[in-house]
Nanobody, 114 residues
Framework: QVQLVESGGGLVQPGESLRLSCAAS????????MGWYRQAPGKQRELVAT??????NYADSVKGRFTISRDDPKNTVYLQMNSLKPEDTAIYYC?????????WGQGTQVTVSS
């Protein structure tokens, strides 16, 4: 059974940093398009960042502040979030997809507030 387990969320002040982790089981992350999405209260889920075998892609709102990366031996994907803003507050979800399947984690809450 495929599992994507997110961790690393929490409450931080504006300008601070967090690193989210997505640990995968039953799939090999290097063989999937991996991504982070987020959903704020009352809003639709939106793409934050994706990583494939050789490329990364970011939403305009996080470019220059967030970095997605992958540790193949650990089968884990990370999202380093710097210079956090209140508008980054959301539940962050890990996603793994290929041409046939798509999997989601349970989400981790990130709250940016002073």
């Amino acid at each position: 059974q495929v599992q994507l387990v997110e961790s690393g969320g929490g409450l931080v002040q504006p300008g601070e940093s967090l690193r989210l982790s997505c640990a995968a089981s039953a799939i090999i992350v290097s063989m999937y398009n991996m991504g982070w999405y987020r959903q704020a209260p009352g809003k639709q889920r939106e793409l934050v960042a994706t990583i494939t075998s050789d490329t990364t892609n970011y939403a305009d709102s996080v470019k220059g502040r967030f970095t997605i990366s992958r540790d193949d031996p650990k089968n884990t994907v990370y999202l380093q979030m710097n210079s956090l803003k209140p508008e980054d507050t959301a539940i962050y979800y890990c996603n793994a997809r290929n041409i046939i399947w798509a999997y989601w984690g349970q989400g981790t809450q990130v709250t940016v507030s002073s």
